[in-house]
């Protein structure tokens, strides 16, 4: 038995980080309509407790996960801390007694407690009280139905709206002029307006850089001279080399010395990372964290398959993936600009090639579609198996990127 769970984040309306949804399925075949809520809920309490911290999926961040009556009578919500939870009442739940009193329990207790894909009744209204966020689901609900919920909660003004599965950026809008505070879905991994951008000086080095460290061959003196007229650049690349993520012995001093000690493929991590942390000043730091999650997950599928022939190729396509809406711009305009290996543009311009199946992957996964990614896992030679530990860790370490970049 293998534990499958993935992260969908929540923003909130100045685009930052608020929370996750943590979404279970029992295996990479088995998507959820064929397991029952209860067992579903169980299992990621339980896999939360015992097999690994909730903290590795959500960092600092609360969690949103879904209960059933079943579980909130049998007190599953108390196992975890009131801080790192917001119980999130399934949508099949129907309003009653039973579920009014559990509610009421969690609320005296201090935990959050919120309505997932809420559709209107004047029962609902009992719930009111000790309800803290309700979820609208933007694909299902009519912007009339919208407008009810929030004519029915005007006097319960502790009472936030959740917009999940927003789109596009007009939806994002639409539901921020309607009240909403909360946002879930995929309107921030799309670029809003298209437009041109010419590289910063400091941009344009780090272009250079990723041009450099993608050649088959480094060529030394010209990387070390590129660090050497930015101090910027160097002062962050030996305090990466010095940082507790490689745990070295010995003090790191020059920008040689950084250079040969990284390598090739730690050091092109680091140019991608910083590449991409420079472009994504105006953009929610979720879209870093997403990237830098991509990246990692495409780099251990990479080093579990024998179809593909580079791992930090593959590293590089996943931090590219999303360049396009770090940037503002099309992908082929965004490709226009960086000078990225062949193999890796077929894969973001055209997917193909066994980049674009990886990536792929990655899609599936990022949105809990993991029945997917059968044929795919199949055509790359990896064993699903493998799968659940490969993202798992691949979140740990955007996390620790995330403070390493955040920290400046």
Known sequence: ???????????????????????????????????????????????????????????????????????????????????????????????????????????GLGYTIALDDYIHEPVWRHFYPFIEIIKVDFLTTTLEQIKAICSAIVGFPHIKLLAEKVETHEQHELAIELGFTYFQGYFFARPEAMKVKSLSPAQFSLAELL???????????????????????????????????????????????????????????????????????????????????????????????????????????????????????????AMKKLPLGVEIKMALLKGEGPLATLLDVAKNYEQTQWDASESDLAQLAIASDKVPEIYRSSVRWANEQMEFVLGG
């Open 211 to 333: 041009y450099e460290t993608s050649k088959p061959e480094l060529d030394l003196p010209k990387i070390t001279n590129v660090f050497e007229m930015d101090v910027n650049l160097s002062y962050k690349l030996l305090r990466y080399s010095n940082s507790a993520i490689f745990r070295r012995r010995a003090e790191i001093s020059t920008i040689k010395q950084a250079l040969v000690t990284l390598g090739k493929a730690e050091l092109q991590k680091f140019i991608s990372i910083l590449f991409s942390a420079q472009m994504v000043s105006d953009k929610p730091p979720e879209l870093m964290a997403m990237s830098l999650c991509r990246a990692k997950f495409l780099e251990g599928l990479a080093k579990n398959s024998a179809k593909v022939d580079s791992e930090s190729v593959a590293f590089l396509t996943g931090m590219m993936s999303l360049i396009d809406v770090i940037i503002g711009e099309s992908m082929e305009s």
């Open 1 to 107: 038995m293998y534990f499958h769970a993935a992260r969908q984040p929540i923003l909130d309306i100045n685009k930052e980080l608020y929370a996750y949804e943590l979404l279970f399925r029992d295996g990479i075949t088995n998507a959820f309509p064929d397991i029952d809520g209860n067992e579903a809920t169980s299992k990621i309490v339980a896999g939360s407790q015992f097999d690994f911290s909730l903290s590795d999926f959500t960092g600092p961040n609360p969690a949103f996960i879904n209960f059933t009556l079943e579980t909130l009578e049998k007190k599953f919500p108390t196992l975890i801390p009131k801080e790192d939870l917001v119980v999130e009442i399934l949508e099949t739940e129907r309003p009653g007694k039973r579920l009014l009193a559990e509610v009421k329990e969690l609320h």
